[in-house]
């Protein structure tokens, strides 16, 4: 089975219906899965009862009050009773094809990340999961309405417990704001500088963004990209030349639930032009993280 794990932000307003849709999505397709909700937001105490999830109000933070990548990922892992570990945003949905695919990588012997694109939609209402159509509705909502966000766009990250090597592999991750752009993709790029097996799950897992607005930022959604927070987190990562996403992965899971490896000529080219990014760490020992 798996542990889940996610940070949220307050539970107020249309952030609350997308968080509780989220949680109790989550406990449909994992039934006897454990949930993590990491942080005391407004709200937060409530929502993990009633979804029967753990709530962990310990969090480190910076100075703007957001949930840092190393802190959350080291609770997450730290705190989990399974095997298998998954970070997830907190207003992503999925349908059962997630646990169809934590049952393949239970016996994936390699260390590996899964992560994969979601589908951006409409939903602003409550929905109910205790209906037998619960997932078909939610399908046709993916078809019907659903855009394909960008390839560097990543909300989902399934990997062994342990995976990044423990307390001390948690110690190599840099404290980037959780919410704003680039951490994602340094996480990406962190699994193949440690040669990890990177699956991208887009032709099989169904990951569903539900839209929001961004009123939690001053600068509203340029915030996510070039407020103050963003361009800390690209400092960051500016050892890397590029963006990592999907088109960076090792393999990939097709429609029917096979893993092979992820070759074409697109990514090829990816791999000549990346190489060097991963040269400074395998060959220079290049440190893991610009400090800022």
Same mark, same amino acid.
């Given at each position: $089975?798996?542990?889940?794990?996610?940070?949220?932000?307050?539970?107020?307003?249309q952030? %609350? =219906? @997308?968080? #509780?849709? &989220?949680?109790?999505?989550?406990?449909?397709?994992?039934?006897?899965?454990?949930?993590?909700?990491?942080?005391?937001?407004?709200?937060?105490?409530?929502?993990?009862?009633?979804?029967?999830?753990?709530?962990?109000?310990?969090?480190?933070?910076n100075?703007?009050?957001?949930?840092?990548?190393?802190?959350?990922?080291?609770?997450?892992?730290?705190?989990a009773?399974?095997?298998?570990? $998954?970070?997830?945003?907190?207003?992503?949905?999925?349908?059962?094809?997630?646990?169809? %695919? =934590? @049952?393949? #990588?239970? &016996?994936?012997?390699?260390?590996?990340?899964?992560?994969?694109?979601?589908?951006?939609?409409?939903?602003?209402?409550?929905?109910?999961?205790?209906?037998?159509?619960?997932?078909?509705?939610?399908?046709?909502?993916?078809?019907?309405?659903?855009?394909?966000?960008?390839?560097?766009?990543?909300?989902?990250?399934?990997?062994?417990?342990?995976?990044?090597?423990?307390p001390?592999g948690?110690?190599?991750?840099?404290?980037?704001?959780?919410?704003?752009s680039?951490?994602?993709?340094?996480?990406?790029?962190?699994?193949?500088?440690?040669?990890?097996?990177?699956?991208?799950?887009?032709?099989?897992?169904?990951?569903?963004?539900?839209?929001?607005?961004?009123?939690?930022?001053?600068?509203g959604?340029?915030?996510?990209?070039?407020?103050?927070?963003?361009?800390?987190?690209?400092?960051?990562?500016?050892?890397?030349?590029?963006?990592?996403?999907?088109?960076?992965?090792?393999?990939?899971?097709r429609?029917?639930?096979?893993?092979?490896?992820?070759?074409?000529?697109?990514?090829?080219?990816?791999?000549?032009?990346?190489?060097?990014?991963?040269?400074?760490?395998?060959?220079?020992?290049?440190?893991?993280?610009?400090?800022?």
């Open positions: $089975m798996v542990t889940l794990f996610t940070t949220a932000k307050p539970f107020t307003g952030a %609350a =219906v @997308s968080q #509780f849709n &989220t949680l109790a999505c989550w406990r449909r397709v994992f039934p006897q899965g454990e949930i993590l909700l990491i942080g005391e937001e407004e709200g937060a105490a409530e929502a993990a009862k009633e979804c029967g999830a753990r709530l962990l109000p310990e969090v480190g933070r100075e703007f009050g957001t949930p840092l990548l190393n802190s959350v990922f080291s609770i997450g892992d730290r705190n009773s399974y095997p298998l570990v $998954m970070y997830a945003n907190a207003d992503i949905l999925f349908t059962s094809r997630l646990f169809q %695919a =934590v @049952s393949i #990588f239970s &016996t994936w012997r390699r260390p590996f990340l899964l992560t994969g694109r979601r589908w951006d939609t409409e939903i602003r209402e409550r929905l109910d999961f205790s209906k037998a159509d619960w997932e078909q509705n939610l399908e046709d909502i993916v078809k019907t309405k659903g855009k394909a966000a960008t390839k560097s766009a990543l909300d989902y990250f399934l990997f062994p417990k342990g995976g990044w090597g423990g001390e948690y110690a190599e991750f840099p404290p980037m704001a959780i919410g704003r680039a951490w994602d993709n340094w996480l990406v790029f962190w699994a193949r500088a440690r040669r990890m097996d990177v699956v991208n799950g887009s032709d099989f897992v169904i990951a569903v963004h539900q839209n929001h607005d961004y009123g939690h930022l001053a600068q959604q340029s915030g996510v990209s070039h407020g103050d927070e963003a361009k800390r987190n690209f400092a960051m990562a500016s050892y890397e030349r590029y963006l990592y996403g999907t088109p960076d992965a090792t393999h990939r899971i429609p029917d639930g096979k893993i092979v490896r992820a070759f074409s000529s697109d990514i090829l080219r990816r791999r000549i032009k990346t190489f060097p990014d991963l040269m400074r760490v395998w060959i220079l020992g290049r440190k893991r993280w610009k400090p800022v």
